[in-house]
T-cell receptor, first 116, second 115 residues
């Protein structure tokens, strides 16, 4: 079965510090990978998605960047955090396109980021 | 702009009652409509989903009703239980013909089921 991991689970960082959040998926190959941000009491905003190693698409211009160094690894980064970067960051995966369940997205446990 | 409008923002139901959450969309290219359930501090979990070729899908106590002409879909939770208390999100994605399926989410409904 497939499993998605995110770490750290919680993070408190000062303004101006760098950020690195990691997501890994087990039990599948060539997944699509997604980063979402969820602000308190609000819906989910898609930040980045990736259809393969080194292939990153950005949905919203912002202070963040993403990378996919390995097939099942997705990293969210920032060089200098802003207060507005606080939120709940969620990684998700969907199956290799062309498979019957490729529409379905499955979310990880999330990382709660507080920028102080 | 691709939007999914969800209502109500919050809902209080008595145990054993029916919870109904509604969503409306604008983009006629949407052809996949999932519902997610999220407990506090957790990631959303895929609950049930529907494609436009059917008007209803039922899984246990959860039913999606879909009205293609009205561009609306809804989640019905029968015999609601306190353990169903969570935030529910509807979403939609197009069949872009490409290699990704980007979900557009509603803003969520906080469901509280009183014992």
């Amino acid at each position: 079965s497939q499993t998605i991991h995110q770490w750290p689970a919680t993070l408190v960082q000062p303004v101006g510090s760098p950020l690195s959040l990691e997501c890994t998926v087990e039990g599948t190959s060539n997944p699509n990978l997604y980063w979402y941000r969820q602000a308190a009491g609000r819906g989910l905003q898609l930040l980045f998605y990736s259809v393969g190693i080194g292939q990153i698409s950005s949905e919203v211009p912002q202070n963040l960047s993403a990378s996919r160094p390995q097939d099942r690894q997705f990293i969210l980064s920032s060089k200098k955090l802003l207060l507005s970067d606080s939120g709940f960051y969620l990684c998700a995966w969907s199956a290799d396109p062309g498979t019957p369940i490729s529409y379905e997205q499955y979310f990880g446990p999330g990382t709660r980021l507080t920028v102080t | 702009q691709q939007q999914v409008k969800q209502s109500p923002q919050s809902l209080i139901v008595q145990k054993g009652g029916i919870s109904i959450i509604n969503c409306a969309y604008e983009n006629t290219a949407f052809d996949y409509f999932p519902w997610y359930q999220q407990f506090p501090g957790k990631g959303p979990a895929l609950l049930i989903a529907i494609r436009p070729d059917v008007s209803e899908k039922k899984e246990g106590r959860f039913t999606i009703s879909f009205n293609k002409s009205a561009k609306q879909f809804s989640l019905h939770i029968m015999d609601s239980q306190p353990g169903d208390s969570a935030t529910y999100f509807c979403a939609a994605s197009p069949n872009s013909g490409g290699s990704n399926y980007k979900l557009t989410f509603g803003k969520g409904t906080l469901l509280t089921v009183n014992p």
